[in-house]
């Protein structure tokens, strides 16, 4: 990355839904870690937006609003984040609202059948998060940590709560090709998150990351932690295929997960696309 290049880590999370930092904190925490822009995204839902905004004088740091919209190709889980959206969009705020308490749904069941094995309540679950939170499985780990079944969020996803165990719930979520095209209908810039974080569970192949483009897609996130080498020259390969742009991330939770802010980036040239093509602008100091 250029010396002069701006620092821009588009995608993280706030306890609005799985991380630890309030939204706000999420701004001071860039802050501190010498991010110029940072992109709140968190799980179907806008929640954050107005207080991480709020936020943007005191810090210096930019906001750049969006949303990690659940999705899904033939059962394969796929993230997709949508980048300066219209908030009042009927069509994708029904979706998005439709996955989140849908998540909060399949969060019970999951609790449900973990606590045949294991010390955990709904309770406790609910406690680990914050008000008006997308409740998820990163709090029912939390809760298996509090309950001292795990040592931490991890291990918890490598086993307890693996997609490929026993305790594993789906939740709603629309098709991939079809959420891209809701992002642009609400005047939004669709990015796909980790297309290639095997390490989370199956992923979708080239023909699904394909027919995203024709529908509207923007870019891929390359820069990722969960990405081997070889996954992101393969995924660079593909979007100059595609005439899709890069951007990189941290794709930050807090003290939820390892994941340090700035670790990734993106650039200028690619943060001034998503503007020029966004429905709202950057929140700037």
């Keep these: 990355m250029p010396a002069d290049e701006t620092r821009i880590d588009p995608h993280t999370h706030s306890a609005v839904s799985d991380g630890t930092d309030s939204p706000a904190g999420v701004l001071r925490a860039a802050a501190a870690a010498g991010v110029d822009v940072v992109g709140l995204t968190d799980h179907d839902t806008v929640r954050g937006w107005d207080e991480a905004a709020a936020a943007v004088p005191e810090t210096g740091v930019a906001l750049l609003r969006g949303a990690e919209i659940s999705c899904q190709s033939r059962g394969i889980s796929v993230h997709l984040l949508s980048f300066l959206h219209d908030p009042d969009e009927p069509v994708l705020a029904a979706e998005m609202e439709r996955s989140r308490a849908s998540r909060t749904d399949r969060a019970r069941q999951m609790v449900e059948r973990i606590a045949e094995d294991h010390p955990i ?17 990163p709090h029912i780990a939390d809760a298996l940590v ?29 098709d991939a090709v079809e959420a891209v095209a809701m992002v642009r209908a609400a005047g939004g ?28 897609l923007a870019a891929l996130e390359i820069d990722h932690r969960d990405h081997t080498a070889e996954a992101r020259s393969e995924l660079a390969a593909l979007a100059g295929r595609l005439g899709l742009a890069r951007t990189g991330s941290s794709d930050y939770h807090g003290a939820g997960k390892p994941n340090r802010l700035g670790e990734h980036t993106t650039t200028t040239a690619v943060l001034e696309m998503i503007e020029s093509e966004g429905y709202l602008p950057v929140v700037r100091p």
């Design 121 to 137: 309540t709904w309770e406790l679950v609910r406690a680990q998060a914050a008000d008006g939170a997308t409740l998820g499985r």
């Design 146 to 174: 509090a309950a001292g079944v795990m040592p931490d969020r991890s291990a918890c996803f490598e086993t307890i709560l693996s997609v490929r165990g026993p305790y594993y719930v789906p939740y709603h979520a629309p």
């Design 189 to 216: 810039v669709p990015v796909m998150a980790h297309p290639r974080a095997g390490v989370r569970g199956r992923v979708v192949g080239d023909h699904v990351i394909e027919a995203m483009a024709r529908a509207g």
